[in-house]
């Protein structure tokens, strides 16, 4: 069993910046893939950004790259969404999810491949 934890959302202005962190307990995150995932009100649960534990492999998705980077900090076994140049649109829950499904260089980008959820956090993002 992974737990996870997210923390750090709120409440932040379009074009403002926000990190937010998830930690995992209860297994060593080694053959892990981390993602970011949100879901907003009326709409699916979306990929955000992803993370291959072992070798630090990222993958974004279109509508996030260059706005948001994903990292990890093995020592705190810990995965940072840093999101900048926010939009309104990106007003959602946030959750943390881990996968031990693929390989160390493919990084998961659909819900089905992972296993472990956080309980979310709420980003809102005022105009």
């Known amino acids: 069993q992974v737990q996870l934890v997210e923390s750090g959302g709120g409440l932040v202005q379009a074009g403002g910046s926000l990190r937010l962190s998830c930690t995992a307990s209860?297994?060593?995150?080694?053959?892990?893939?981390m993602g970011w995932f949100r879901q907003a009100p009326g709409k699916e649960r979306e990929f955000v950004a992803g993370i291959r534990w072992s070798s630090g492999r990222t993958s974004n998705s279109d509508s996030v790259k260059g706005r948001f980077t994903i990292s990890r900090d093995s020592a705190l076994n810990t995965v940072f969404l840093q999101m900048n140049s926010v939009k309104p649109e990106a007003t959602a829950v946030y959750y943390c999810?881990?996968?031990?499904?693929?390989?160390?260089?493919?990084?998961?980008?659909?819900?089905?491949?992972?296993?472990?959820w956080g309980q979310g956090t709420q980003v809102t993002v005022s105009s």
């Open positions: 999810a881990a996968s031990n499904a693929g390989f160390s260089f493919v990084v998961p980008t659909t819900a089905t491949a992972y296993v472990y």
């Open positions: 209860g297994r060593t995150l080694g053959n892990y893939a």
